[in-house]
C-alpha cells in the first residue's frame, strides 16, 4: 500500500493508522494523490456513481463490483480502459 484516499479526514486517519502508512501517503483529493504517489494499480472502492472519475486518473485498476452505477458509465469506462491501453480487473 503506497497511498489512501478518503474525503472523510476522521475515516482517513483511522485508515492511515490501520495501514501504517505515513501522512504524506495520505489525501483527502484523488487528483492529488495520483500526482504524488507512484502506484502500480489503485484499488476503486468508493460508490459505483464515483467509479468513472478515479478510471480517468488511474493507471491500472481493481474495482469493486458493480464497475459503474449504469450500463452507459461502464461502457464508458470500458472504452477509456481499452482506449488508453489500460487493464481493469473487477474484484468478485
Known amino acids: 500500500m503506497v497511498g489512501l484516499v478518503n474525503i472523510d479526514t ?8 490501520h495501514l501504517g502508512l505515513k501522512a504524506e501517503q495520505c489525501f483527502t ?3 492529488e494523490a495520483f500526482r ?3 502506484a502500480d494499480f489503485c484499488t ?3 460508490p459505483p456513481a464515483l ?3 478515479i478510471v480517468d ?6 474495482s ?16 477509456k480502459v481499452k482506449a488508453a491501453g489500460r487493464k481493469m480487473l473487477r474484484m468478485t
Open 10 to 17: 476522521k475515516f482517513l486517519e483511522q485508515g492511515r493508522r
Open 29 to 31: 483529493s484523488a487528483q
Open 36 to 38: 504524488a504517489v507512484k
Open 44 to 46: 476503486i472502492v468508493i
Open 51 to 53: 467509479h468513472e472519475l
Open 57 to 62: 486518473l488511474a493507471l491500472h485498476i481493481l
Open 64 to 79: 469493486e463490483k458493480p464497475i459503474a452505477d449504469t450500463m452507459e458509465a461502464s461502457v464508458r469506462i470500458a472504452d
